[in-house]
T-cell receptor, first 114, second 113 residues
Framework: GAGVSQSPSNKVTEKGKDVELRCDPI?????LYWYRQSLGQGLEFLIY????????KSGLPSDRFSAERTGGSVSTLTIQRTQQEDSAVYLC????????????FGPGTRLTVL | EDKVVQSPLSLVVHEGDTVTLNCSYE??????LLWYKQEKKAPTFLFML????IEKKSGRLSSILDKKELFSILNITATQTGDSAVYLC?????????????FGKGTLLTVNP
C-alpha cells in the first residue's frame, strides 16, 4: 500500500513481558517518528530517525523503551518488561524530509498490558 | 520545556455553526505549526503554517498563524456532523540538526445534527 503501515493493530500482553511493534514507513520517506497516545492525552513524542543519523531518543520515557530502524526503512519499537502504564496507542509517522512538516501517520498499535 | 496549549478542550455545536479552535505555544526555535484532525486512531494532516498572517484555506476550514502573539486559530464554517473529531495542534521546533514535533492535547469537537 501507499501509506504507513503498523503491526500488530492490537496487542494484549502480560505485565513483565517484552513486546515489539513494527512500522513500515512510506517508501522514500527519510524521517520516521514514534509517538504514543494514552487515553485522554495528547500525542507524546518518543523517538525519531532521520536517514543514517543517530536517532533522537529524547522522548523515550525509560530505558525499557528502545527502537531501531533497519536499512533506513522498517522500524521496530521494543518495550521490555512491560508495565500497565505502557498501555496506549503507539503511532508511527513518516515524512519525506526531516522537518518537512507533513507527517503521514500509520493506523497505530493499541497495546494493552494486563 | 516546549509547550502547546489548545482551547477549548471540548466543544459541542449544532450543524451549521461556525467554530474557532485555538492553539498557543511556547517553543524554542519555532519552525512551523501544524493542524491535524483525528477521528479514529491516526491523525490526518490539515495545514502547515510557517509565516504569520497568511491564511491557509481548504474548503470550510481555514487557519492562520500569529508568530508575534504565538498562537494559531483553526476555523470551521458551516459545520457538519462529519467534522466531529479531535483537532490537534503541533509545533515543529528545530535545534541544530534536530527537529521535534510537540503536540497539544487537542480539542474534541462534537457537531450534533
Amino acid at each position: 500500500g501507499a501509506g504507513v503501515s503498523q503491526s500488530p493493530s492490537n496487542k494484549v500482553t502480560e505485565k513483565g513481558k517484552d513486546v515489539e511493534l513494527r512500522c513500515d514507513p512510506i517508501s522514500g520517506h527519510t524521517a520516521l517518528y514514534w509517538y504514543r497516545q494514552s487515553l485522554g492525552q495528547g500525542l507524546e513524542f518518543l523517538i525519531y530517525f532521520q536517514g543514517n543519523s543517530a536517532p533522537d531518543k529524547s522522548g523515550l520515557p525509560s530505558d525499557r523503551f528502545s527502537a531501531e530502524r533497519t536499512g533506513g526503512s522498517v522500524s521496530t519499537l521494543t518495550i521490555q518488561r512491560t508495565q500497565q502504564e505502557d498501555s496506549a496507542v503507539y503511532l508511527c509517522a513518516s515524512s519525506l524530509l526531516q522537518g518537512a512538516g507533513e507527517q503521514f501517520f500509520g493506523p497505530g498499535t493499541r497495546l494493552t498490558v494486563l | 520545556e516546549d509547550k502547546v496549549v489548545q482551547s477549548p478542550l471540548s466543544l459541542v455545536v449544532h450543524e451549521g455553526d461556525t467554530v474557532t479552535l485555538n492553539c498557543s505555544y511556547e517553543v524554542t526555535n519555532f519552525r512551523s505549526l501544524l493542524w491535524y484532525k483525528q477521528e479514529k486512531k491516526a491523525p490526518t494532516f490539515l495545514f502547515m503554517l510557517t509565516s504569520s498572517g497568511i491564511e491557509k484555506k481548504s474548503g470550510r476550514l481555514s487557519s492562520i498563524l500569529d508568530k508575534k502573539e504565538l498562537f494559531s486559530i483553526l476555523n470551521i464554517t458551516a459545520t457538519q456532523t462529519g467534522d466531529s473529531a479531535v483537532y490537534l495542534c503541533a509545533v515543529i521546533n528545530s535545534g541544530g540538526s534536530n527537529y521535534k514535533l510537540t503536540f497539544g492535547k487537542g480539542t474534541l469537537l462534537t457537531v450534533n445534527p
